[in-house]
């Protein structure tokens, strides 16, 4: 047998580009790499703080990601993810830029979950910021037009501390506005047959989402553990 170069990191095919913070990323959290089953490669984009890129439209940033995500391709990520729902609206910039398959959004997980509902049902929605979550997000993430949205920006700390970069989590009350948000959007849509979670934190409140709403939960863990497999299949 031969082995062959071209790589600097061998062994972990995902590249996470990674927004600019400083809060707290519990197991579950995309951030965390004890999340993973696998190795991932991560790579900082400096100066996208999450309230510039949710709250501001990511103004500025595109080459920023660029850049960053020419180098996690560079350095051996054989695909490429973010660990921010928003960033959908890069998704088509990134891909041609790499030459590797890219995954910008879980968002981009809600067409798909719809094929695979019975009839009568559809998937909604649940993110982090509702009154940022534009028409252009969705669209470039090929949400269909009405799809149902909740969001825990009514609550009490999880929207408060990511966006706002805080150093502390009350894990127990972020869990409460994941799961009282999630509930909300389930009783003003009786015909929801599932939810992806637009936020990558949410990730470490899906279960509890999934037990409090009764409707299957798909996040970006789900969407990169399926990513992955395609880009390095299990041998049998």
């Known amino acids: 047998?031969?082995?062959?170069?071209?790589?600097?990191v061998y062994g972990a095919a995902v590249g996470i580009l990674m927004?600019?913070?400083?809060?707290?990323?519990?197991?579950?959290?995309?951030?965390?790499?004890?999340?993973?089953?696998?190795?991932?490669?991560?790579?900082?984009?400096?100066?996208?703080?999450?309230?510039?890129?949710v709250r501001q439209g990511a103004p500025g940033l595109l080459d920023a990601f660029v850049d960053a995500a020419r180098g996690l391709v560079a350095d051996g990520a054989d695909g490429i993810?973010?660990?921010?729902?928003?960033?959908?609206?890069?998704?088509?910039?990134?891909a041609a830029a790499?030459?590797?398959?890219?995954?910008?959004?879980?968002?981009?997980?809600?067409?798909?979950?719809?094929?695979?509902?019975?009839?009568?049902?559809?998937?909604?929605?649940?993110?982090?910021?509702?009154?940022?979550?534009t028409a252009a997000h969705l669209e470039k993430a090929g949400v269909p037009a009405g799809t149902p949205i909740g969001s825990t920006e009514g609550g009490t700390e999880f929207t408060r501390v990511i966006l706002g970069d805080e150093l502390a989590l009350d894990i127990e009350a972020a869990r409460a506005d994941n799961v009282g948000a999630a509930v909300k959007l389930k009783e003003a849509h009786p015909d929801l047959g599932a939810i992806v979670?637009?936020?990558?934190?949410?990730?470490?409140?899906?279960?509890?989402?999934?037990?409090?709403?009764?409707?299957?939960?798909?996040?970006?863990?789900?969407?990169?553990?399926?990513?992955q497999s395609g880009l390095s299949p299990r041998r049998f």
């Open 98 to 133: 790499v030459g590797v398959p890219v995954v910008a959004s879980s968002l981009m997980q809600v067409s798909m979950v719809n094929r695979i509902l019975p009839p009568g049902k559809r998937t909604g929605i649940l993110t982090i910021s509702a009154s940022s979550l």
């Open 197 to 227: 979670l637009e936020c990558t934190n949410m990730i470490p409140y899906a279960a509890d989402i999934r037990a409090a709403a009764g409707v299957p939960v798909f996040s970006m863990e789900s969407f990169v553990s399926w990513f």
């Open 81 to 94: 993810t973010t660990n921010c729902g928003f960033l959908s609206l890069f998704q088509a910039e990134l």
């Open 19 to 53: 927004l600019e913070a400083r809060f707290p990323r519990i197991i579950g959290d995309m951030g965390n790499a004890l999340t993973w089953p696998f190795p991932v490669h991560y790579r900082v984009v400096r100066g996208a703080s999450p309230d510039k890129v």
């Open 1 to 8: 047998m031969i082995a062959t170069g071209g790589k600097a």
